[in-house]
C-alpha cells in the first residue's frame, strides 16, 4: 500500500529519528513547494518540524528564520537565495541554495564563531550521507560538547540551543546553558551591528504600513464608509505579518504583504498588488469576492491565498474570510471557540482607527447565525468518526521521556472529509483519551499520530489499539 513507501530521507530517519516533532502546516508547504526539493518537503509534512535524533538537530520554518539568516549575509537583491531548513543544537544555521538548475548545495553559518561555508553540494546527500556519517556529522555537532552540554542542562525544548561561555571555554573550562536561539542569533548580530534604528511604532492603521506605500490606501474613502458597505479597508495580522486589502467601487483591488520587525520596528517583505475584483453570489447564498492575484518573480506562492474571499457580516464589523481556510475555521470553532489562526480572515478597519494586532490564534468566533452558509455547514456538519485498524510498532528510540508518537491506520480517509494536520480525539463517551493528528492522507485510509506516555514501570499507558474509535468533534458535546 502507498503509505508504506521509503521516505526518500529515510536513511536519515533512520539514523535520527524524529523526537517531538509536528507536521509542517499546508501554507508552509505550499509556500516552499516551488524552491525546496520534494524530498525535504515530505520529509516536513510526513514527519514534521522539530528535533531529530540525539544530535538534536532541528528542522525549522525558514519564515522565521529567514530574517535572521538575511541579517548575517547580506546579499544583492538577484543573488541565489539561501533558505534556512535546519538549526544545529549550538545554534548553527543550515541553509539550502539553488545554484543552477540543476546544481545545489547545503551550507552552514556559525553565529558563534561567524564561520560559514558549503556542507554538501547535494540535499539528499546531506541529510543521508552527511549526517549519517559519524566523523562527518561530528564537525558540525562535537559530539562530546554535546554529551557535555546534555549532562549539563538537560535536553532542549523547542526553539532552545546550548550556548556556551568563551571565555570560560578558552580557559578550557564549560559553562553552558540553555537559550532562545532567536534571541542568541539577535544578541550576536547586534553586537556586530551595534544599536539598531528602531522606526516610529504604530498608533493607528495607516501608520503601521511602511511609510513608501501609504498612499496607496490614503484618499481612498474619503467620506464614511458604511459598515455593511463592502468596498473599503480590510486588515489581517498574524504576528509580525500583516496584510492590507482595499476593496474599491470601481472593481479595483489594492493588496499590501509586509512585516513589522518585533526589534526594530521596521518594514520588509513589502509586496504589493492591484487589478480586478468581482463579487458573486454562491449557489448556497454566501456573498463571495475573487481577486484577479497575479503572481511575479517575487511572490510568494501563498500570496495567492487571498484569491477567494467569503463576507462575513457580526454586529457592526464586517470580515472577509478565505475560502480555502473555512475548513480549518470550523475545526477552530470547535476547539477553540476562536475563529482559527489569524491570518485566515481580514477585518474592516479605517486607517485612523487604532492600531490593534489580532492574536495569533484568532479572536472569539461569533455567534453561529452570524457565519456564512459555507462555515456554517462546516460547524454543524456530522462528526467523522473512524475506527483504529492497524497501530505500528512504538519506536523506543523516537520517544523523549517516555513520551512518543505512533502511526495508526484507520478505516476513513479523504473520501470520507479527513485532511491533512486534523486533530482526531476519543469521543468522551468511550472513556480512552487519545489525541493525535492526520499524518498521512489515503482516499480511504488515512494515517494518524496518536500521542502516548509511558509510566513509571516503562509500559505504555492508555496508548491505542485496534478498535478504537476517533472522532473529529473536539468539543466532546
Known amino acids: 500500500m502507498s503509505w508504506f513507501r521509503r521516505l526518500a530521507l529515510s536513511p536519515f530517519i533512520k539514523a535520527h529519528p524524529p523526537r517531538k516533532t509536528q ?23 510526513q514527519k514534521g518540524l522539530g528535533h531529530y535524533g540525539d544530535m538534536q538537530l532541528a528542522l525549522i520554518d525558514p519564515r522565521q528564520w529567514q530574517p535572521v539568516l538575511d541579517r548575517w549575509i547580506v546579499s544583492p537583491p538577484d543573488a541565489v537565495r539561501r533558505i534556512p531548513i535546519a538549526l544545529t ?21 556559525d553565529p558563534v564563531s561567524k564561520a ?56 578550557q573550562m564549560l559553562r553552558v ?5 532567536l534571541a542568541l542569533h539577535t544578541r550576536l548580530r547586534d553586537a556586530v551591528d551595534g544599536p539598531a534604528t528602531v522606526a516610529d511604532a504604530a498608533t493607528t492603521n495607516g501608520e503601521a504600513l511602511p511609510a513608501a506605500q501609504r498612499s496607496m490606501f490614503e484618499g481612498l474613502f474619503n467620506a464614511p464608509q458604511s459598515g455593511n458597505d463592502l468596498h473599503g479597508v480590510y486588515l489581517s495580522s498574524y504576528i509580525d505579518w500583516h496584510r492590507m486589502l482595499a476593496l474599491e467601487p470601481n472593481g479595483q483591488y489594492r493588496l499590501l ?53 467569503v463576507v462575513m457580516r457580526s454586529g457592526t464589523d464586517m470580515f472577509l474570510l478565505r475560502v480555502d481556510e473555512l475548513a480549518d475555521m470550523a475545526t477552530a470553532m470547535d476547539g477553540s471557540k476562536t475563529l482559527g489562526r489569524s491570518e485566515y480572515y481580514f477585518r474592516k478597519v479605517g486607517l485612523g482607527d487604532a492600531f490593534v494586532e489580532e492574536p495569533s490564534g484568532g479572536r472569539a468566533a461569533p455567534p453561529l447565525a452570524d457565519l456564512p452558509r459555507a462555515l456554517q455547514q462546516r460547524v454543524t456538519a456530522e462528526a467523522i468518526i473512524a475506527t483504529i485498524t492497524h497501530v505500528d510498532d512504538v519506536d523506543p528510540d523516537a520517544e523523549d521521556d517516555g513520551a512518543g508518537t505512533v502511526m495508526c491506520t484507520l478505516d476513513r480517509g479523504q473520501d470520507d472529509g479527513l485532511r491533512m494536520n486534523m486533530p482526531l480525539r476519543s469521543p468522551p463517551d ?13 482516499p480511504a485510509a488515512c494515517r494518524v499520530g496518536i500521542n502516548y506516555q509511558r509510566g513509571s514501570d516503562g509500559k505504555v499507558e492508555h496508548g491505542p489499539v485496534v478498535g478504537d474509535v476517533l472522532t473529529s468533534r473536539l468539543s466532546g458535546e
Request: hydrophobic residues 40%.
Open 23 to 45: 507536521p509542517a502546516p499546508a501554507d508552509l508547504i505550499a509556500a516552499y513547494a516551488p524552491v525546496l526539493p520534494a524530498s525535504l518537503l515530505e520529509l516536513w509534512r
Open 89 to 109: 543544537p549550538f545554534g548553527a544555521v543550515v541553509y539550502y541554495r539553488k545554484l543552477t538548475p540543476t546544481d545545489e548545495d547545503v551550507a552552514y553559518l
Open 116 to 171: 560559514t561555508g558549503d556542507l554538501t553540494w547535494n540535499l539528499d546527500d546531506f541529510f543521508n550521507q552527511y549526517l549519517c556519517d559519524a566523523a562527518s556529522c561530528d564537525r558540525l555537532i562535537p559530539s562530546d560538547l554535546l554529551a557535555a552540554a546534555r549532562k549539563a542542562c538537560g535536553p532542549l525544548a523547542a526553539g532552545e540551543v546550548y550556548e556556551i561561555d568563551q571565555m570560560m571555554f578558552s580557559m
Open 177 to 181: 546553558d540553555k537559550v532562545d536561539a
Open 257 to 309: 504583504f509586509w512585516k513589522i520587525d518585533h526589534r526594530s520596528l521596521a518594514r520588509t517583505d513589502v509586496r504589493a498588488y492591484a487589478g480586478r475584483y468581482e463579487v458573486t453570489q454562491t449557489e448556497i447564498g454566501d456573498e463571495q469576492v475573487t481577486l484577479d492575484i497575479r503572481l511575479r518573480s517575487d511572490s510568494s506562492g501563498s500570496d495567492a491565498n487571498d484569491a477567494q474571499l
Open 430 to 442: 468511550t472513556g480512552r483519551a487519545l489525541y493525535g493528528w492526520v499524518w498521512e492522507m489515503h
